[in-house]
């Protein structure tokens, strides 16, 4: 089945502790991007990769660090997370980094920083 | 720079009742798309339609309806007869080329529609 996971779903966690959020796709997509949610905001941007060894800031990105070793995977590395940094989070990719491509989103991380 | 509006942060109507959710858009591009994607109670993001910006020909799937207005920049989402399961968070999104970051999608705040039996 074609599909976007990530891993965990649900995370607790205090203030500081590194923490990496995995997100893997097994439809050979040449973009993948992370987003967050947060009341009222909508979904907005924290970094996208246009391929491997490609990855570049989308709105948000401060705290937050990614890399894309492997075109499947594409984990969201939290270096000292701080309570601002609680939301949800959505991996999505694309077959390609161009507008009008349907995004395929993974089910989503609920994380809570204490 | 492209941004997306969802006035309404809250509906709620009564099993039947038909409801609209409005979208409007900015953008400097010329050619982009539009989205509407459904977040139920149990969180995942459902894709419900992707139109691009030169195809402004009304859409109907079942109860859902889309309108695309060029003019007025807007895109809006009509549920007829709702239905106690349409309950959920929806939102409009738009990608282009001008923030020139592949296929980035600019969400609206999202519209949580409430339909009681």
């Known amino acids: 089945e074609a599909q976007v996971t990530q891993n965990p779903r649900y995370l607790i966690t205090v203030t500081g502790k590194k923490l990496t959020v995995t997100c893997s796709q097994n439809?050979?997509?040449?973009?993948m991007s992370w987003y967050r949610q947060d009341p009222g905001l909508g979904l907005r941007q924290i970094y996208y990769?246009?391929?491997?060894?490609?990855?570049d800031k989308g709105d948000v990105p401060e705290g937050y660090k990614v890399s894309r070793k492997e075109k499947r995977n594409f984990p969201l590395i939290l270096e000292s997370p701080s309570p601002n940094q609680t939301s949800l989070y959505f991996c999505?990719?694309?077959?390609?980094?161009?507008?009008?491509?349907?995004?395929?989103f993974g089910p989503g991380t609920r994380l809570t920083v204490l | 720079a492209q941004k997306v509006t969802q006035a309404q942060t809250e509906i709620s109507v009564v099993e039947k009742e038909d409801v609209t959710l409005d979208c409007v858009y900015e953008?400097?591009?010329?050619?982009?798309?539009l989205f509407w994607y459904k977040q139920p109670p149990s969180g995942e993001l459902v894709f419900l339609i992707r139109?691009?910006?030169?195809?402004?020909q009304n859409e109907i799937s079942g109860r859902y309806s889309w309108n695309f207005q060029k003019s007025s920049s807007s895109f809006n989402f009509t549920i007829t007869a709702s239905q106690v399961v349409d309950s959920a968070v929806y939102f409009c999104?738009?990608?282009?080329?001008?923030?020139?970051?592949?296929?980035?999608?600019?969400f609206g705040g999202g519209t949580r529609l409430m339909v009681k039996p």
């Open positions: 439809m050979n997509h040449e973009y």
């Open positions: 999104a738009l990608s282009g080329t001008e923030r020139n970051a592949g296929n980035m999608l600019t």
């Open positions: 999505a990719s694309s077959p390609k980094g161009l507008a009008g491509y349907e995004q395929f």
């Open positions: 990769s246009m391929n491997v060894e490609v990855t």
């Open positions: 139109r691009n910006s030169f195809d402004e």
């Open positions: 953008t400097r591009d010329t050619t982009y798309y």
